[in-house]
Structures are given as C-alpha cells and as structure tokens.
C-alpha cells in the first residue's frame, strides 16, 4: 500500500466516523479549510514573460496544520491532526503525546505516550517514554474498531493508578525497562457502560517492577515471558496466563509464579 493511499484511507475513516454528522467540523473539514486559492482573472492579458524575472508566486497555497508535535511533513502533520481528534473520542480517558513520527519501516513512533484514566473502578496515569506500533494495523484498528496489533514495543513504560473496588482503594506502581507485547487483541468499544477484557499472546519484560499497597506487597524480576495473557477489564488484579518464563523456570500457577518473583 503506497503513501497516497494510506493517506487518502486514514482521511476516509474521519469522513465515516460515527456522531459527527451535523453542523460539527469534521478532522477532514478543518484540514480542507486550511486550503485557500486565488484565481487569476481570464479576461486579464497575458504579458510576454521576462525570462529573467522570478517565477510569480502559486495561485493555489495549501497551509498544512504543522504542530511542534512531528517533523516538518506532510503526512507526519496531517496524522497527527487526525489522531488528536481520534483520541478525543474515548471516554473516561484522555490521551497525549509529546512527539510523534513515522519510520522509514513505517511505524508510527511516539515519545512520551500519556493515558489519563478517570474510570470508577480504575483511576490513574500510563506514561510510555517511547511505542513503536505497525502504521497498517493501527489504522485497521481505527477502521474496523477492533484492535490486532501483532507487535507493541514500549520503552520505560511506568504505571501510577488507583484501583477501586466495593470502596476500598489500591495502590498500584509499576515501571519496566522494555516491554514487548505480541498479538494484542480488542474490540473498541465506544458505548458508555460496555467493557471488554484484553487478550495478548505474549508479554515480555525487563527490569520489571510492581508495587501494591493496602495490603503492601512488591514484585521485581529481571526478565520474563508470559504468554496467552487474559486482562479482564472489570478487575486487572484477576490477570491470567498460561504459562511464564523466569530465570530459566516456568510456571502454570499464578500464585506459585507471584511467589517466585516476591520481595
């Protein structure tokens, strides 16, 4: 798929989004009102041109929405435009970064990726100091509203939330070195009151760390594989796996696993 039709599919998506029919300003609408031409008047005469004389100034001027957020590109502003305005359509979550690019492999890379979630059950901040995800499977995401990510790499990932259940709060902290996560599935639900649970074939990690509180518990490992992860959404604390790799051990038991790596 080349740049133009990636582009031309990216902007096609924003056109169909559902709830923004009306007189609100679509993504699209606001970059088509940037282009601005003026016409030259036909009946005017043509002068012989001096050949030493500059090129006169387009009649069409396209103005890109440029933000300190990309490079100075077309298509690196033009996504970024669009992706703000995506990401304005989750609920209970908003959603940030400090830079964004796109690769020469075509992934989409961002620096400092930031989710504030203000959830009743789960309330707190994931800051990711760089992700790097495939630029085709993320708008087939956007697209089709399902998430299938086959790789997600994320440095220095860190974890600050609040997890509330039947009124009792916990803390929770957790930070890595790296992290790779591998074919991500979920549905994107955009209806107030739905959840869905997260499915990950595999998780890999370095340097990890996790801190609970209320009661105090503190897990570090210095590298593991976990794989078929199951995140049910009502309740995080209930993860499960089939089966994790540390120091040269596996383990099928969740409490025996959370033993090993205990401090």
Excluded: W
């Excluded at 709060?169 to 591998?182: F, G, P, Q, T, V």
């Excluded at 209320?214 to 794989?227: H, I, L, R």
């Amino acid at each position: 798929m080349n740049v133009f039709f990636k582009i031309v599919l990216f902007i096609s998506v924003f056109v169909i989004m559902p709830g923004r029919s009306g007189g609100a300003q679509t993504p699209v609408d606001a970059a088509s009102s940037a282009v601005s031409a003026d016409v030259a008047d036909p009946t005017e005469k043509t002068l012989p041109v001096d050949p030493n004389k500059p090129a006169p100034p387009s009649p069409i001027q396209l103005r890109i929405p440029h933000s300190q957020r990309t490079r100075a590109n077309v298509l690196d502003s033009m996504i970024d435009f669009l992706l703000t305005q995506y990401f304005k359509l989750f609920e209970n979550a908003a959603i940030s970064y400090d830079y964004f690019e796109i690769d020469k492999a075509f992934d989409l890379n961002f620096t400092n990726f930031t989710v504030k979630i203000t959830r009743s059950d789960i309330q707190g901040t994931v800051v990711i100091s760089k992700a790097k995800v495939n630029f085709d499977e993320f708008l087939a995401f956007i697209k089709g509203k399902k998430l299938l990510i086959s790789k997600l790499e994320l440095t220095k990932p860190s974890v600050d939330m609040t997890l509330i259940e039947n009124e009792k709060k916990r803390s929770l902290k957790y930070s890595a070195e790296k992290m790779m996560l591998n074919n991500i599935s979920l549905f994107l639900v955009l209806k107030k009151g739905q959840k869905e649970d997260i499915n990950i074939g595999s998780v890999s990690a370095e340097k990890a760390a996790l801190v609970l509180s209320n009661p105090a518990e503190k897990y570090s490992v210095s590298a593991a594989q976990m794989k078929d992860v199951l995140l049910p959404d009502k309740n995080f604390n209930q993860f499960s796996f089939s089966s994790v790799d540390v120091n040269g051990k596996t383990y099928t038991d969740r409490s025996a696993f959370l033993q090993a790596i205990r401090q």
